[in-house]
C-alpha cells in the first residue's frame, strides 16, 4: 500500500512521456515535405518536375498567380500514377465540366493519386498525398486545352 502513489507517479510521468513523444511525432510527421508550384496566365507552372521520397507525406500547394477569371484560365493539379495515359485522361477531363475537369468514370478516377480544386485567379489550395513507390508520376492541368503546356513528372527517389 506504501508503494501506490510512487507507483501512481511513475505511471503519470510514463503516460506524460509517451503522450508528448506522439505529439511531437505527430508534429515533426506533419512538417514532413511541403511543395509550392504556381501558375499562370500563359497556362504554366512554374516546374516541370520535382523529386520526393516515396512513401513519404507529401504536401503540395498549388498557387495561381493568374488573373484572368477561373472559366477561361483555371487550374488545377492533378497527380497520376506511373505509366498513366495522360492525353486519354486529360480528354476524359474535358467532359468533366461538373466535376471541374475531373473525370468521374471508374478508368480515368483510377489513375489519379491527389488534385487540388480548379483554382481561379489569386487563389491557393493545398493537398496531401503519399507516393506509395518509386516511380515517374505524371502530374497535369485538367482544364480543357491546357495538359500539352502544363503536365510535369513528379520522380518518387
Ligand atoms: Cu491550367
Same mark, same amino acid.
Given at each position: ?13 510514463? &503516460? ?5 513523444? @506522439?505529439? $511531437? *511525432?505527430? !508534429? =515533426? ?7 509550392? #508550384? ?41 497527380? &497520376? ?5 495522360? @492525353?486519354? $485522361? *486529360?480528354? !476524359? =477531363? ?7 475537369? #475531373? ?55
Amino acid at each position: 500500500m506504501n508503494f501506490k502513489p510512487p507507483m501512481t507517479r511513475i505511471i503519470t510521468t510514463l &503516460l506524460a512521456v509517451l503522450l508528448s513523444s @506522439a505529439i $511531437f *511525432a505527430f !508534429a =515533426a510527421h506533419h512538417e514532413g515535405t511541403t511543395l509550392e #508550384i504556381t501558375s499562370n496566365d500563359t497556362m504554366q507552372f512554374n516546374t516541370k518536375s520535382f523529386e520526393v521520397k516515396a512513401g513519404e507525406e507529401i504536401t503540395l500547394v498549388l498557387k495561381n498567380l493568374g488573373k484572368l477569371p477561373k472559366a477561361a484560365m483555371g487550374h488545377n493539379l492533378v497527380i &497520376l500514377k506511373p505509366g498513366s495515359n495522360v @492525353a486519354g $485522361f *486529360a480528354t !476524359a =477531363a474535358v467532359r468533366a465540366v461538373v466535376n471541374e475537369y #475531373i473525370p468521374t468514370d471508374d478508368a480515368n478516377k483510377a489513375m489519379i493519386i491527389a488534385h487540388t480544386k480548379l483554382l481561379g485567379p489569386g487563389e491557393e489550395d493545398a493537398v496531401t498525398f503519399t507516393l506509395p513507390d518509386t516511380g515517374a508520376y505524371p502530374f497535369v492541368c485538367s482544364f480543357p486545352g491546357h495538359f500539352a503546356l502544363m503536365q510535369g513528372i513528379i520522380y518518387a527517389k
